[in-house]
């Protein structure tokens, strides 16, 4: 048996390359931009027509507009709401007398093209329904009627196909072709909408009986409880309130034997609302009671238990008043243990309750007894013993914004001494972040600057490693304007040796230095920086500093010598810093780390204008090229493989490269020539 020859598919250059023009033009055609010039003329919108041969001529111009926007939103490459807009606005033109001349076998042609099978607006119902619309206007009913059939049967869940079909034949009044739609619409099953239109249809007509089978098929095609409550509010409506009550109570057995809580709940929370408003409370409550006794889910109960009690509150006596709020109260306890059994407090409130409500029911409350001592809290370690701790003690009270707001409260009420003594005590048991920063803030505001020198020192005795604190003290002497105490402060900080930000500290040490105007002061800063780490940042940093560090003013930065002297320091930053990079090109990462730093310089050399040397830094410009390395066995005698990567070959390495290649190949050559024989 001869094998079945695949199919090749044609890869050949197609014979009209489409253009940036080309998907411009069509763009501009699918949203209806008469302003396209380039294949197509424009159409002026004051256009005069004399004879029959011109107007033959624009329309035939216009069909070939509307046929390449058409073709372009059936190709695929519009979505279907393009398409059918489109189809729609083409079959419009055709139909208006001042358009395509009002030739509904033209409009009509246009309306089937785009609801073919293979088209994108064939599950479109806009289409049909305007299809639709088209031909009851021009009187063909028939048409009409057609067209809606085909729509319903291919697209028989579209809802508004349906209430389509059903407006024509109600304005027609043809009130039996309208109850046989109706009747092929509900074999569907559909939503409650649909039914409801049905009766609401047959009461119009003044069909009672009609109108109630509708309700009694839809409860017993779709049993759930909107169904049943549509049903009753009809039957309520026509003031057949046995009727209801008996479509309630069926309706509650049925929904109450298939298991169905939820449903069951909004079927008698409605039923309760019914006999309610019939003026029988004592009905309501015992539907209630009885759907809260059921254990619907805690949404609905809740609902349920507000009711009960809006009920009570309106026609209950005390006692009953008295219940519904224990009620709502248990269950509001229960769903409290439920989700923390750890919640002792709930469980006391829990307990009090039911002494309170059920003081004769000793065996409920020493259940609840029992259900609480069985949540045992953990005993890993001695903090966790607050869990039997029914107040905090004060030296584990570390809630701060309580001792702010008193210190605060002394503070307006003229007791400033209450208000430090309230604040002092709150530093001394529990020294948080905030309560110091308020203390400082508000002793600043005093202009006691002593204090917030002595505040600040003990903030930074309890938290040494917070760069925030650090910062914060250097600020308030700045602030003051004692430049020696701030200098000494960074220095403090930089010192420690475990800092959380410590990047922050010597940002903020370089930039005051530079607003000082001590530019050594900030080069020897950068160079313990560097001391202690060669970041990519911090070489940058340093860059950018000499480049526009000048230490006479605006008057001598635009001095030439001055410029090419901060040129001159920038350039031997990034050199320095080009050395470090190389000298550690075996790691990958710094690999990466160098070549961001060539892109930096050569961004600088460039900015620097006529004292730039861009040359030298493009010839070190490396290429980014992948690369394949070995991976290691796992062990068990499998082959460890391969990967691929990426790697950097810098311009200044490529010569070394060539160079030793070139050395190698010279030795293999000259070591062929002296005699010896090559074996593979």
């Known amino acids: 048996m001869l094998p079945t020859p695949r199919r090749v598919k044609n890869k050949a250059p197609a014979p009209v ?109 806009g289409v049909w329904i305007k299809y639709a619309q088209f031909e009851a206007r021009g009187g063909r009913v028939g048409h009409a009627r057609n067209v809606l059939d085909r729509a319903v049967a291919i697209l028989p869940r579209a809802d508004r196909i349906w209430s389509e079909y059903l407006r024509m034949e109600d304005l027609l009044g043809a009130t039996d072709n309208a109850r046989v739609v109706f009747d092929r619409w509900t074999s569907w099953r559909p939503g409650a909408d649909a039914w409801a239109a049905y009766a609401a249809f ?44 008996r479509v309630y109570e069926h309706a509650g057995s049925l929904l109450a034997a298939a298991g169905d809580n939820d449903d069951t709940a909004v079927l008698l929370a409605a039923f309760a609302d019914f006999e309610e408003r019939c003026g029988e409370p004592d009905r309501a409550r015992a539907i209630y009671q009885h759907a809260l006794r059921g254990e619907p889910p805690e949404p609905r109960a809740e609902e349920l238990r507000e009711k009960l009690l809006s009920l009570e509150k309106r026609f ?166 004692e430049t020696d105490r701030a200098r000494s402060v960074y220095d403090l900080a930089v010192s420690q040796p475990a800092l959380d930000a410590p990047e922050l500290v010597w940002t903020d040490y370089i930039q005051f230095e530079i607003d000082a105007g001590e530019l050594d002061r900030a080069r020897q800063l950068y160079e313990r920086l560097l001391g202690k780490t060669q970041h990519l940042n911090v070489w940058v940093s340093y860059a950018e500093f000499e480049a526009t560090a000048c230490s006479g003013g605006a008057a001598i930065a635009g001095n030439a010598a001055e410029k090419a002297e901060r040129v001159r320091r920038c350039r031997a930053v990034f050199r320095r810093a080009d050395e470090h990079f190389r000298g550690c090109a075996d790691d990958p990462a710094m690999k990466e780390a160098r070549a961001m ?43 460890g493989g391969c990967e691929e990567f990426f790697d950097y070959i810098f311009g200044d390495e490529e010569d070394t490269t060539a160079a030793a290649g070139f050395k190698l190949m010279k030795a293999a050559y000259e070591w062929k020539n002296s005699g010896h024989v090559i074996t593979y």
């Open 17 to 125: 390359q489409l253009t940036a023009e080309h998907l411009i033009r069509e763009a501009r055609e699918l949203h209806g931009d008469g302003s396209v010039t380039v294949c197509l003329p424009a159409e002026s919108k004051k256009r005069r027509i004399v004879d029959a041969d011109e107007l033959a001529e624009h329309r035939l111009e216009r069909r070939a507009r509307f046929e390449a926007i058409v073709r372009r939103a059936g190709s695929g490459r519009g979505g279907c709401g393009d398409a059918s807009s489109a189809w729609m606005r083409y079959a419009r033109w055709e139909e208006s007398p001042g358009g395509g001349g009002g030739d509904p076998a033209r409009a009509r042609s246009v309306y089937e093209r785009a609801l073919a099978g293979g088209a994108p607006a064939y599950r479109d119902h």
């Open 202 to 245: 047959e009461l119009r007509h003044g069909e009672l009986d009609r109108a109630r089978a509708v309700h009694e098929r839809h409860v017993a095609a779709l049993p759930c409880a909107d169904a049943f409550i549509l049903f009753a509010e009809f039957e309520t409506k026509l003031k057949n309130l046995d009727r209801a009550r």
């Open 316 to 481: 209950g006596d005390r006692h009953g008043v008295e219940d519904s709020i224990v009620t709502k109260r248990r269950s509001q306890y229960e769903r409290a243990v439920t989700t923390n059994p750890l919640c002792y407090d709930a469980w006391f409130d829990l307990i009090r309750l039911e002494e309170s409500a059920n003081a004769g029911d000793a065996n409920r409350i020493r259940d609840l007894y029992r259900r609480a001592v069985a949540n045992v809290p953990p005993a890993a370690a001695a903090a966790e013993k607050r869990h039997w701790r029914r107040t905090i003690p004060h030296k584990k009270f570390s809630f701060s914004n309580i001792c702010v707001m008193a210190a605060e409260l002394e503070i307006r009420d003229k007791n400033l001494a209450a208000a430090r003594r309230l604040l002092g005590n709150a530093i001394g048991v529990a020294p948080r972040p905030k309560l110091s920063r308020r203390y400082i803030e508000i002793e600043l505001q005093l202009g006691n600057v002593g204090r917030c020198r002595i505040l600040s020192q003990k903030f930074i005795e309890h938290a040494p490693s917070s760069s925030h604190v650090w910062r914060s003290y250097a600020a308030l002497e700045k602030k003051l304007g």
């Open 597 to 639: 730093l060539l892109q930096q310089w050569l961004a600088k050399e460039a900015a620097f204008g006529d004292l730039g040397e861009v040359e030298p830094v493009e010839k070190k410009t490396p290429r980014r090229v992948k690369r394949k390395r070995s991976l290691l066995a796992d062990g068990n005698g499998g082959g």
